[in-house]
């Protein structure tokens, strides 16, 4: 397998992450994220899984 080394500009950032409580509109749990995202998620972990294995089946 061939590969090469690319110089990207140093671009370094400083991502904090938050942790949003809310209700998963899948489950109806509540639940605690941790997440890079600036907005809310909608899904806890477990459900977020899930929607991804259903998408790809129905794909
Ligand atoms: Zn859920």
């Known amino acids: 397998m061939a590969s090469k080394q690319v110089n990207v500009k140093a671009h370094i950032r400083v991502i904090h992450t938050r942790v949003y409580k809310f209700v998963c509109k899948s489950c109806e749990k509540k639940v ?28």
Not at 45 to 57: E, G, L, M, Q, S
């Open 32 to 59: 605690e994220r941790e997440t890079y995202a600036t907005i809310c998620p909608l899904y806890c972990d477990k459900c977020k899984n899930k929607r991804h294995t259903v998408k790809h089946y129905v794909n």
